[in-house]
């Protein structure tokens, strides 16, 4: 069983920055591409940043400049760096990660999602 949990969003006024942080846990062979996905009241959830297990990195171009997305393979963990946020920043942010996990007899491939977390630009 995997588990992704997120943490540090908040509230924050236009401008500021925020870092979130998304750990991966249980019987985890191999994680291949992980990101962070953002979805807005009455929108559909769309994507911010993707990072491979090798460090390439996709960006929104709504955020290109302003957010950073790094991870720790060691920890398991995938951080979000949001700098200079704006109103149209706020939505829950999913962490999300593509994982290999051990089977009876094979392994398989799935994604996963984290339980998201609430980040509002607001003054």
């Known amino acids: 069983q995997v588990q992704l949990v997120e943490s540090g969003g908040g509230l924050v006024q236009p401008g500021g920055s925020l870092s979130l942080s998304c750990a991966a846990s249980?019987?985890?062979?191999?994680?291949?591409?992980m990101g962070w996905y953002r979805q807005a009241p009455g929108t559909q959830r769309e994507l911010v940043a993707t990072?491979?297990?090798?460090?390439?990195?996709n960006y929104a171009d709504s955020v290109k400049g302003r957010f950073t997305i790094s991870r720790d393979n060691a920890k398991k963990t995938v951080y979000l760096r949001m700098n200079s946020l704006k109103a149209e920043d706020t939505a829950v942010y999913y962490c999300?990660?593509?994982?290999?996990?051990?089977?009876?007899?094979?392994?398989?491939?799935?994604?996963?999602w984290g339980q998201g977390t609430q980040v509002t630009v607001s003054s």
């Open positions: 990072i491979t297990s090798s460090g390439s990195t």
């Open positions: 249980g019987s985890i062979l191999s994680i291949y591409t």
């Open positions: 999300n990660a593509r994982i290999r996990t051990a089977g009876i007899t094979v392994s398989t491939v799935s994604d996963y």
